[in-house]
């Protein structure tokens, strides 16, 4: 998993959204998101799915591409 292309695409994907708008719908804290789009953590298997759902693509789209 490379973690810069996650942090690339998830910031791609969030788009002209706040995090703070994309972390409460999904249910994570701001932080979190952060540390996601920054490359500095990888999302535990269930936030990935909630973080796929809520932008409507697949989890292999955000994670495994």
């Known amino acids: 998993m490379n973690k810069e292309k996650i942090a690339q695409t998830l ?13 409460k719908s999904i249910g ?8 996601y789009e920054n490359g500095q953590r990888i999302p535990k298997d269930e936030i990935k799915i909630k973080i796929a759902q809520y932008y409507g693509v697949s989890i292999e789209t955000i994670f495994f591409s």
């Open 28 to 35: 994570i804290s701001v932080s979190a998101l952060q540390m």
């Open 11 to 23: 910031i791609h994907l969030r788009g002209d959204r706040s995090r703070e708008e994309v972390a």
